[in-house]
């Protein structure tokens, strides 16, 4: 009989009650009428649709636009590394047990609504400032270098650590919300908004599957790493771009602003990547940020849309 490999940790939805048998594969568990697993609760689809003006001013907040600019940096990323972790992630979902695989099915939806609205999003984007696109043509090839030339273990590993950077960016823009928020574009507001929440909701799914197929925490601390990496250099150079564009790369108040939320953020990503690269840690172990988590609960499916994102409903 083959065994599957030793799950990293446990996950708040399966059973305390573990044996040896609860560890081989499903098809393995046929007939063990002792070892069933509680299904994961899903996760709803959502299907929201963003219409943004042609005249849309990429520098959508006004007060700190700055944080606009380093906010597109990160959109731009999102149409190479979603796909990315979608292919990833689906590669692994024959060797899935059934209770986690339906799960994982929306969670991958989840990230294809991602990726189709940051497209949309970033075609304004790219319209204002050309020069992007050769960025985007980098950020293109270098996640297809990855998807082509890492193993699935490793691409796994990395999906799974991305998705825990982008959970500790949703909590760190929760505590935030007021300063960089308030004031900005409601529409392109709404929808980064959205997608954190959405990284809250599903912070576990890529985890677990991670776990299911290999669970090595020292390849999912480096895989993670290098995601870091990846993001912040996308981030910094995209973002140089559009500020020497508007004219604002020597502006002294732009880079105060800049190195201050880089460095509050940075304290928040790094003990989070830390942490999650413990034994027997696993992301629902995190507290998970109030207002992200909550907001979601008031999409209406009928029209597809959230309240749009407006001074003061933070408080």
Request: no cysteine; charged share 25%; hydrophobic share 40%.
């Given at each position: ?48 649709r963003f ?208 190195i201050k ?54 408080e």
């Amino acid at each position: 009989m083959t065994s599957r490999p030793r799950r990293a940790s446990t996950p708040p939805w399966a059973s305390s009650a573990r044996t040896d048998l609860d560890r081989r594969r499903p098809h393995d568990r046929a007939g063990d009428a002792d070892s069933s697993l509680v299904s994961p609760p899903r996760l709803p689809v959502r299907r929201v649709r963003f219409e943004y003006p042609d005249d849309l001013d990429p520098a959508w907040n006004r007060r700190f636009p700055e944080f606009a600019f380093a906010a597109n940096s990160v959109s731009l990323i999102m149409p190479y590394a979603e796909p990315y972790f979608v292919k990833s992630v689906r590669s692994a979902l024959p060797d899935l047990d059934p209770a986690l695989t339906a799960r994982t099915e929306d969670y991958l939806r989840q990230e294809l609504g991602h990726h189709v609205q940051h497209r949309r999003f970033n075609d304004v984007i790219g319209h204002h400032y050309p020069k992007i696109l050769r960025i985007e043509n980098w950020m293109r090839r270098t996640y297809g270098w990855l998807s082509r030339t890492r193993s699935q273990r490793f691409n796994l590993a990395f999906a799974a650590g991305s998705e825990t950077i982008a959970y500790a960016i949703a909590r760190w823009t929760d505590t935030h919300l007021g300063e960089l928020y308030d004031g900005a574009d409601p529409v392109a507001a709404t929808m980064f908004l959205w997608h954190l929440a959405e990284e809250v909701e599903h912070k576990s799914v890529a985890f677990d599957v991670f776990a299911e197929i290999d669970g090595s925490r020292w390849r999912y601390f480096r895989a993670m790493s290098l995601s870091f990496v990846i993001l912040a250099w996308f981030t910094i150079i995209a973002t140089i771009s559009m500020l020497r564009a508007e004219h604002r790369f020597w502006r002294p108040a732009t880079w105060i602003h800049l190195i201050k939320w880089s460095m509050s953020l940075s304290f928040e990503i790094l003990p989070d990547m830390l942490v999650s690269a413990m034994p027997g840690h696993h992301p629902d172990d995190f507290t998970d940020p109030a207002l992200l988590s909550s907001w979601l609960g008031y999409f209406d499916p009928d029209t597809g849309t959230l309240p749009v994102w407006t001074p003061g409903i933070h408080e």
